[in-house]
């Protein structure tokens, strides 16, 4: 039998109910913004980011337009889509390249550089976003994009620019578009000439709040593009094809999202995590503990159907910022309703707290809890012991912990467990 906490458990009936009820307001909001603001949050802004939804692929059309993405002026061409798809199967020949996607079945195609063209000549795929961005927030953007095989050179200057309703009135295309200057630019001199594998193109932008449109390709001056030749073959033309795919846009500080703890029939398999969506899977990877160093996938969501009660822990990593998130999936026949009950009457203040917890059950103690176990936000255990409830009440000292947040985990002899949420501040 483990000792009884002598140190950072102890009996105490008596606290102060004005900060008590400070404290409680306090916790509410934190719920709030745990519970509803992460889940509630758009994970990539950019619709159809994979080009694998079509706009008219209903019967066969020299060209196939991806859901979503067009020409500035929609008379105009903003870009071909390329799928293994019927009808339209021009993956991976074509007359443009020989190219697979990068995921899934589609990508997107297009003229970046075409000097000989004076107007209408160049594409600028545009994307009406999933909500108009929010000032001050920061956003990591990426795209990735390859050199056609046809093409004669590789160019340096691909980039983004995000924009509001102004843009509706481009009527054509010049050659190139360089009165915009796009926030998002491959570094210049980075000629691609990469007819193989998929180049990234990344950055982070911050958004004045108006942006309701993104638009991808060259918007550098002709006598300023770097250029490389690639195909001497298809001399004396001079021209630039490129396939673009797997499109994302996402608040750089998005709350990591496992979802909210579940339980499920021995058996029997739940979801966990967010919808799958372009970008964001690639940025989450998921482990499940004890293991915390091998993943087991990486995608924003996942179905799992563990054997026994499991925690599952996603890390997430949009351009460098690092969140964590954990979940437990519960195996019980007791059921989610009885262990929503059993969790409502136990209540935890204050919240934020710095020294110490107020652990209660307003009820008689339901099962005899009597272990208790304090993790991190990314599952690692900092401590666990044995826990003795007396008048239903403990406390546990919170004064040597750093701050963040930590979850810890009330188990009975018949592992049921209890999971709750604290910050420290």
Sequence with gaps: ???????????????????????????????????????????????????????????????????????????????????????????????????????????????????????????????????????????????????????????????AYFGDTSTDTI????????????????????????????????????????????????????????????????????????????????????????????WCIPGDSVFIGRQPDVGIDEDCMWYKLPNATTAIDTVAGLWVKPNTTTTYIVKQDICGVIKWDTVTVFQSATGINQLGIISDELKIYPIPTKDELTINFTTENPNNFNSLKIVNSIGQLIREDEITFVNNKAILKTNELPNGVYSFILRDKNNLQINKRFVIA
């Design 1 to 159: 039998m483990k000792k009884q906490l002598k140190n950072w458990l102890f009996q105490n009936n008596i606290f102060n109910y004005t900060k008590t009820c400070k404290h409680i307001l306090l916790l509410v909001g934190f719920l709030f913004f745990m519970s509803f603001g992460k889940a509630q949050q758009i994970a990539n802004y950019i619709n159809n980011g994979g080009f694998e939804e079509c706009a008219n692929c209903s019967s066969f059309n020299f060209s196939y337009k991806a859901r979503y993405w067009d020409a500035i002026d929609t008379t105009q061409f903003g870009g071909q889509l390329m799928s293994t798809m019927n009808p339209i199967n021009n993956v991976p020949t074509s007359s443009y390249t020989y190219q697979w996607p990068r995921h899934g079945n589609s990508f997107l195609i297009g003229t970046e550089f075409l000097p000989a063209c004076t107007q209408n000549c160049v594409g600028y795929p545009r994307n009406k976003l999933k909500q108009t961005l929010i000032a001050g927030k920061v956003y990591c953007f990426t795209m990735h994009v390859n050199l056609s095989n046809q093409a004669t050179y590789g160019i340096d200057a691909l980039g």
């Design 171 to 262: 009527h054509y295309c010049s050659l190139p578009i360089n009165y915009l200057t796009p926030q998002i630019q491959n570094p210049v001199g980075n000629i691609i000439t990469d007819t193989l594998n998929w180049t990234k193109i990344s950055g982070t932008y911050t958004a004045n709040g108006n942006e309701k449109y993104v638009m991808l390709g060259n918007f550098t001056p002709t006598a300023n593009v770097n250029k490389a030749l690639t195909n001497p073959a298809n001399l004396p033309a001079i021209g630039s094809d490129y396939s673009y795919d797997d499109i994302s846009l996402i608040d750089i500080n998005l709350p990591a999202y496992a979802g909210p703890d579940l």
